[in-house]
Structures are given as structure tokens and as C-alpha cells.
């Protein structure tokens, strides 16, 4: 990855641009359909689980209900790797 330290120095302090969290929503989106493409829907439909998960758990019954995040706390983890990244 071109510039890792420098995006994620900037994850850090949080102040990603919008582009950068649509980028990332873009990117995830892309390696899905190249994930469906060729193991099938297995493990693509696991990984829309676990992120309609993260975006919607408040909604969920029971056990697995939980706080939920937004949309962009959830493609700012996507851009940024260091737990300080979401926690604003």
C-alpha cells in the first residue's frame, strides 16, 4: 500500500476525508464481488453478516443486541487499523 504510515497517521488523529471513507466503503464492496466471484457466497455472505451486524445491532432481538455504529465509524475502521481510529 502506497503512503500506509501516512493514512494511518491521519486515522489516528481523525481527520479522514470523506473521500477516503467512501473509498473505503468502495474497496470493501470490490473485495466482496472478487471474494463471491471465487469462493462462492459463503464467505462473502459472513462478511455482509458481521457488517449489517456492526451498522444495525441495536435493531437485532435478544442476545445479540448491541450499541451499533454509524456509517462512518464503521469505514473509518475500514481505512485505519489502530484501535484509537473509532473510538471518536
Known amino acids: 500500500?502506497?503512503?500506509?504510515?501516512?493514512?494511518?497517521?491521519?486515522?489516528?488523529?481523525?481527520?479522514?476525508?470523506?473521500?477516503?471513507?467512501?473509498?473505503?466503503?468502495i474497496n470493501m464492496i470490490l473485495v466482496l464481488e472478487g471474494a463471491r466471484r471465487i469462493m462462492g457466497w459463503a464467505v462473502p455472505g459472513m462478511a455482509v453478516f458481521f457488517l449489517v451486524y456492526a451498522l444495525f445491532s441495536q435493531h437485532f432481538p435478544g442476545f445479540l443486541n448491541a450499541a451499533g455504529h454509524d456509517w462512518l465509524r464503521v469505514g473509518r475502521s475500514l481505512v485505519c487499523l489502530q484501535p484509537e481510529c473509532t473510538a471518536t
Not at 500500500?1 to 466503503?25: C, H, K, P, Q
Request: glycine fraction near 16%; proline fraction near 0%; charged fraction near 15%.
Open 1 to 25: 500500500m502506497f503512503n500506509f504510515d501516512a493514512i494511518n497517521g491521519r486515522g489516528i488523529i481523525g481527520s479522514l476525508e470523506t473521500y477516503e471513507v467512501i473509498g473505503s466503503w
